[in-house]
Nanobody, 125 residues
Framework: QVQFVESGGGLVQPGGSLTLSCAAS????????VGWFRQAPGKQREGVAC????????VYADSVKGRFTISRDDSQDTLYLLMNNLNPEDTAVYYC??????????????????WGQGTQVTVSS
């Protein structure tokens, strides 16, 4: 069973950039699909991006396409989320998780698990 620890969150100005990291233990990232999700107060947890351990196929939510980039470093079992051109709507707690089954799954939280504690991202002036 994989365990995740997210880090890198903080306060950033609108239009700024931030990179989140997710360190994995227990299983290597290459063994399954992994993804980033976020949840704002009063909102449902939504998928941000995911990447398959096979072929590195990526999927992004429409709201972050062209702004966010998901990547992984299998040698260090670390997942990254590069966030550019951040806006206040990106404010949320960001979580990483692994697919419950399969390598190609929908970008939906119900298909992922092993959530970490999350890291807070706040976009504000």
């Amino acid at each position: 069973q994989v365990q995740f620890v997210e880090s890198g969150g903080g306060l950033v100005q609108p239009g700024g950039s931030l990179t989140l990291s997710c360190a994995a233990s227990g299983l290597t990232l290459s063994s399954r699909a992994v993804g980033w999700f976020r949840q704002a107060p009063g909102k449902q947890r939504e998928g941000v991006a995911c990447i398959s351990s096979r072929a590195g196929t990526t999927v992004y939510a429409d709201s972050v396409k062209g702004r966010f980039t998901i990547s992984r470093d299998d040698s260090q079992d670390t997942l990254y989320l590069l966030m550019n051109n951040l806006n206040p709507e990106d404010t949320a707690v960001y979580y990483c998780g692994s697919s419950l089954s399969g390598f190609y799954v929908p970008l939906d939280s119900s298909f992922f698990g092993s959530w970490g504690q999350g890291t807070q991202v706040t976009v504000s002036s």
